[in-house]
């Protein structure tokens, strides 16, 4: 073995890769790994923006493995979280030649809690005692019984069938409502215990990038101390923080707490009171959705929080005073406590009005939600991630501003671009339809409409069309069923997997879908040929935090917000387009500000190094060369 860790770092890498089918060198990989080991040794962090086909996955984790940090990993998908715990350990653990532990934690709620299940048995005659449930529930609760009775993990995830929310919820709880191990009968067993203590034995533990944020917000009271964090598909790492550092209060809230309560006192009175709150919130926020609120609070939403407050006080004085001699009836009377407690805390921030803080409303007018957020999420992430360990964010798109927005130190990060092995300038091409009228004219969806038959047509199908609001979407489908022989999925038709399904198994089907899949899909091959992008994905102006956000920037508030995220996600809506190296095709942007705008460049050196063209002629003749039509 070489005494030079570089040396060493690419022998395993090289290793590894080695037995993966099709393997091949990419330069791309060894860089980020290197610069990877590098950042961990010199504790320093990490900015790595991985193009589609790096294999960024094994780039960071060999070198986090080998330099044998004890770390977290921190995803933003339960899909990549899954890839990594049943195929990339596994695969690393089978042919890294190093040994070392792994494990997967999540939240609460994903485990089946030993308690409840013991709650709703009847010892006396071996059953279940369900009550009134629905006959359906009875049995999956029934089917959940007899899996956990076996299961090693008791993870929601290991099921090869899906409960109902009905069923899971009598046999889970969240952490709003669990009291910890060291107050429950079964906390030595408990299924998310265990995986807890298999994450503190562990070199390498995979969670979601929420639940890092919840042991931010804990001051890492959720996860194990550990060298390393590595946040993959980063660019979401800002968003994440904001929701789980911040507090959300919903009328769903006050009813599932009535629902808690209820398994304790038999106080109708006292319950009615508490799950009435709900609609009584519901009534204050629903006039306000989507609106930024003052500071402080209107009366018309501060009134029911306090009312909210007052009478979570009393209803937790009479379950604390509540005595009795049945284990069980204490575990139900904790769970109650710590749900009331953990409830009357949000709602003393809310009424408080933090400095540094923007309360809004989010969600429907059927289910309001208020939310309040930091305006800047950077002083929480440096106190509680960058001045206590190495952290590694990594995506295949990264924000221009992403260092900055989430805090950390400018003198202590790396930022760096390893590319993609992918032949870009040969195999693809961007187009801009610089001849249309801007987006906001009264012109400019007939005339895209006619833009996008055109180009369907020379691509023979194989379209994936994007579009920035369900409207438009609409519309261009509504329009283009009329023109086409084509199918024309849309996103209203069915389930995203069946979608994206149905669109790969027929060339000539198109799929037209909103925001919801600018990431996730992968379809290559020339099944996918064609991906066109309706406008330059800017955030809406009117969002209540973005907005609270843009004041605070002032006049940098536009390139430091509003490009990095438009860029980011058309980066990511053209990121669909080469899935591997034999994938061919065209991104078509219909936004003329792509080709005309002072920005114009700030967005487009953040898309892959496509050839790029003004003219459709040269679109149509590389679309009809793809897909073998012959010329019109």
């Known amino acids: 073995m070489s005494d030079d860790p570089t040396v060493e770092l690419n022998t395993s890498l090289s290793t590894v890769t080695s037995e993966l089918d099709r393997s091949e060198v990419?330069?791309?990989?060894?860089?980020?790994?290197?610069?990877?080991?590098?950042?961990?040794?010199?504790?320093?962090?990490?900015?790595?923006?991985?193009?589609?086909?790096?294999?960024?996955?094994?780039?960071?984790?060999?070198?986090?493995?080998?330099?044998g940090s004890s770390v977290v990993v921190a995803t933003a998908t339960k899909a990549l979280q899954d890839q990594l715990a049943t195929k990339d350990l596994p695969?690393?653990?089978?042919?890294?030649?190093?040994?070392?532990?792994?494990?997967?934690?999540?939240?609460?709620?994903?485990y089946v809690c030993l308690q409840r299940l013991r709650e709703v048995e009847n010892p006396a005659q071996g059953e279940l005692d369900l009550g009134d449930m629905a006959v359906v529930t009875k049995a999956e609760i029934k089917k959940i019984a007899a899996w956990a009775a076996d299961s090693d993990t008791g993870d929601q995830a290991e099921l090869d069938w899906t409960p109902s929310d009905n069923a899971w919820r009598a046999v889970s709880v969240g952490s709003d409502e669990c009291p910890g191990a060291e107050r429950c009968p079964l906390g030595d067993p408990c299924f998310a215990e265990q995986a807890r203590r298999r994450a503190q034995a562990a070199d390498v533990t995979v969670v979601n990038t929420h639940l890092y944020g919840l042991n931010v917000a804990a001051e890492g009271a959720v996860l194990p101390d550990h060298d390393v964090v590595i946040f993959?598909?980063?660019?979401?790492?800002?968003?994440?923080?904001?929701?789980?550092?911040?507090?959300?209060?919903?009328?769903?809230?006050?009813?599932?707490?009535?629902?808690?309560?209820?398994?304790?006192?038999?106080?109708?009175?006292?319950?009615?009171?508490?799950?009435?709150?709900?609609?009584?919130l519901r009534d204050a926020l629903s006039g306000h959705i989507g609106e930024r609120l003052p500071n402080p609070l209107p009366d018309s939403i501060q009134e029911p929080l306090n009312d909210a407050r007052l009478k979570l006080g009393a209803a937790n004085d009479v379950i604390v005073s509540l005595t009795t001699k049945s284990e069980d009836a204490k575990q139900r009377q904790l769970r109650a406590q710590t749900m009331t407690g953990r409830s009357i805390q949000?709602?003393?921030?809310?009424?408080?009005?933090?400095?540094?803080?923007?309360?809004?409303?989010?969600?429907?007018?059927?289910?309001?939600?208020?939310?309040?957020?930091p305006l800047d999420v950077g002083p929480t992430m440096d106190e509680g991630v960058w001045k206590r360990r190495t952290a590694i964010l990594t995506s295949a798109t990264i924000p221009s501003s992403l260092a900055?927005?989430?805090g950390m130190p400018a003198s202590d990060v790396d930022v760096v671009d390893v590319g993609s092995p992918f032949d870009y300038e040969s195999n693809s091409m961007?187009?801009?339809?610089?001849?249309?009228?801007?987006?906001?004219?009264?012109?400019?969806?007939?005339?895209?409409?006619?833009?996008?038959?055109?180009?369907?047509?020379a691509a023979g199908g194989r379209t994936l069309a994007l579009f920035t609001s369900y409207k438009a979407m609409d519309e261009a489908a509504e329009a283009?069923?009329?023109?086409?022989?084509?199918?024309?999925?849309?996103?209203?038709?069915?389930?995203?997997?069946?979608?994206?399904?149905?669109?790969?198994?027929?060339?000539?089907?198109?799929?037209?879908?909103?925001?919801?899949?600018?990431?996730?899909?992968?379809?290559?091959?020339?099944?996918?040929?064609?991906?066109?992008?309706?406008?330059?994905?800017?955030?809406?102006?009117?969002?209540?935090?973005?907005?609270?956000?843009?004041?605070?920037?002032?006049?940098?508030?536009?390139?430091?917000?509003?490009?990095?995220?438009?860029?980011?996600?058309?980066?990511?809506?053209?990121?669909?387009?080469?899935?591997?190296?034999?994938?061919?095709?065209v991104v078509a942007v219909m936004d003329p500000r792509l080709g005309k705008a002072n920005y114009r460049w700030d967005i487009v050196k953040a898309l892959p190094p496509m050839k790029r063209t003004r003219h459709r002629s040269e679109v149509e003749a590389f679309l009809r060369t793809i897909s073998g039509s012959p010329d019109e």
Request: with cysteine; charged share 25%; hydrophobic share 45%.
């Open 480 to 585: 283009m069923r009329s023109r086409l022989d084509n199918e024309i999925l849309t996103q209203r038709d069915m389930p995203k997997t069946a979608l994206v399904k149905a669109f790969a198994d027929d060339e000539s089907t198109c799929l037209f879908a909103t925001a919801g899949l600018f990431q996730g899909v992968d379809v290559p091959g020339k099944t996918l040929s064609l991906v066109v992008i309706d406008r330059i994905p800017f955030p809406r102006p009117d969002d209540p935090l973005l907005s609270a956000r843009r004041d605070l920037l002032g006049r940098s508030a536009f390139s430091e917000i509003d490009i990095p995220r438009a860029s980011m996600m058309l980066a990511q809506a053209a990121g669909r387009l080469i899935r591997s190296a034999t994938d061919t095709g």
């Open 91 to 110: 695969f690393l653990a089978e042919h890294l030649g190093i040994d070392f532990d792994w494990a997967v934690l999540k939240g609460r709620s994903n």
């Open 346 to 373: 949000q709602l003393d921030i809310a009424i408080e009005g933090r400095e540094g803080y923007v309360a809004f409303v989010s969600g429907s007018r059927d289910s309001p939600r208020l939310e309040v957020a």
């Open 430 to 457: 961007l187009y801009c339809a610089i001849h249309l009228p801007n987006p906001n004219s009264p012109d400019f969806r007939a005339k895209a409409n006619d833009e996008l038959e055109a180009l369907i047509r």
């Open 26 to 67: 990419r330069e791309g990989q060894h860089r980020m790994a290197r610069l990877v080991e590098d950042a961990i040794a010199g504790k320093r962090h990490l900015v790595v923006q991985a193009g589609t086909g790096t294999g960024k996955t094994l780039a960071y984790l060999v070198p986090a493995i080998t330099t």
């Open 232 to 280: 993959d598909e980063a660019h979401v790492l800002e968003d994440v923080m904001s929701d789980t550092v911040g507090v959300e209060i919903s009328p769903g809230r006050f009813i599932a707490l009535a629902a808690t309560i209820r398994r304790i006192i038999d106080d109708p009175q006292l319950i009615a009171s508490v799950a009435e709150l709900g609609e009584g």
């Open 404 to 406: 900055t927005r989430v």
